[in-house]
């Protein structure tokens, strides 16, 4: 995924967790004192952590199909000159 989808995808999570926090009723400024103020940061703090997760996770999976890629072209290349060590010695008399 583009950074500017995974920042969407966040923008939305958040919007619709304060929708959802805010009672339905747009009443949040007395949710505000209602309720513990500390538990919006630590909600926050779980979209963030999931979208360094899923940034990251993209990153490394990226990062390990580069290595497998270049593995296998490796390991191609010695295929190819298996077989023409094969080639030259089935034609030498």
Known sequence: ???????????????????????????????????????????????????????HSLEDKKVDDEFIEKEGQVFMERIQEDREKRKRYSEEP
């Open 1 to 55: 995924m583009k950074n500017k989808q995974m920042q969407m995808i966040v923008l939305v999570c958040i919007g619709l967790l304060l929708f959802l926090v805010s009672g339905l009723d747009f009443s949040s400024i007395v949710l505000l004192n209602a309720e513990p103020w500390w538990m919006y940061f630590v909600i926050l703090g779980i979209i963030i952590s999931a979208y360094y997760f899923i940034k």
